[in-house]
């Protein structure tokens, strides 16, 4: 059985296409886990009405994305678990090609599908690709590139193939890959999480795999926002967090010299001439964090963010 698990957080509609092309496309032998992640209304009487199927999990707490999962985890009982951007909609024999895909190959750990920009009606122009697998993080930079990305689906990839990290928006993990390597750190909150689970996978023996067979649509930025304080904060928190927990100390030391080198005055700077303060100030933020953050518990509070969302 493969247990679905996927994230509501103040946007009910976009789950709900989520849960109708999974009612199209899950086929027989599935069971779906809604997490509710403190949003401001509960869904909770709706998804028992309209999908009663649902396994629904109310927080009322955000636990933001890997607390989110993991407490959907908790509630599943299949034997692969299959993680799903609400903003994701899954089309025909997804499920199946990355079963085929595992079954193939033990050692695979995590596997994500070729994952698409979704369009207003998908199938009615060019897919675009958002996902095909991606390089490893730079051990200077911090930085690393996403193969296909933006470029016309003409069918060009057809092998599945390793790569360096899974895509959070559609991951599949066998529950014993999952016993083994244990679940998601929760102190990342938003963004890197999965960069992160995918090297604790694989330091647990495993090997993280793309499957292009497979495909999935992903409405990219929907709940956070293509620009704004949380995400700026986020991401370049937990970029420096990712290498903090992930490379060498002599790493960690030479990343640290790029970093105030280049990466602080260049964002500085381009902030700045936009007099984009708020995302300056959120940017700043973010780098402080990871000085004056030096011990973090596994069960830690994620820090409050203050910032207003622009």
């Known amino acids: 059985m493969v247990s679905i698990i996927t994230i509501n957080y103040n946007s009910l509609e976009v789950t709900c296409e989520l849960l109708e092309s999974?009612?199209?496309?899950?086929?027989?032998?599935?069971?779906?886990?809604?997490?509710?992640?403190?949003?401001?209304?509960?869904?909770?009487?709706?998804?028992?009405?309209?999908?009663?199927?649902?396994?629904?999990?109310r927080s009322e707490k955000n636990l933001g994305f890997a607390g989110g999962n993991n407490l959907g985890i908790k509630a599943s009982k299949g034997d692969f678990l299959f993680f799903l951007n609400n903003d994701a909609e899954l089309t025909a024999g997804a499920i199946e090609t990355l079963l085929a895909l595992f079954s193939t190959n033990s050692g695979i750990g995590i596997a994500s599908p070729k994952i698409c920009y979704h369009n207003a009606r998908p199938g009615s122009e060019p897919d675009v690709i958002q996902y095909l697998g991606t390089t490893h993080v730079h051990p200077l930079t911090a930085r690393n590139s996403t193969f296909g990305e933006r470029e016309i689906d003409n069918g060009q990839y057809q092998k599945a193939q390793p790569t360096a990290y899974a895509h959070g928006a559609a991951m599949m993990v066998p529950r014993e890959v999952l016993n083994k390597a244990g679940m998601m750190s929760e102190d990342f909150f938003l963004y890197y999480e999965e960069l992160d689970w995918c090297e604790q996978i694989r330091r647990a023996g495993f090997d993280v795999w793309v499957e292009p067979n497979a495909k999935i649509y992903h409405k990219e930025s929907y709940s956070v926002g293509k620009i704004s304080a949380l995400k700026t904060y986020y991401i370049n928190r937990n970029r420096l967090f990712f290498m903090r927990r992930n490379r060498t100390k002599g790493q960690w030391r030479a990343f640290c010299v790029f970093l105030f080198m280049f990466t602080i005055p260049k964002n500085t700077l381009m902030f700045a001439l936009k007099g984009d303060w708020v995302n300056l100030k959120a940017f700043l933020k973010a780098i402080r964090w990871n000085f004056t953050e030096q011990t973090i518990r596994p069960d830690s509070t994620p820090l409050t963010f203050s910032l207003r969302a622009t």
């Open 22 to 57: 999974v009612r199209r496309f899950g086929g027989k032998d599935i069971e779906v886990v809604v997490v509710d992640n403190a949003s401001v209304e509960d869904p909770g009487n709706f998804l028992k009405i309209h999908f009663p199927e649902v396994i629904y999990v």
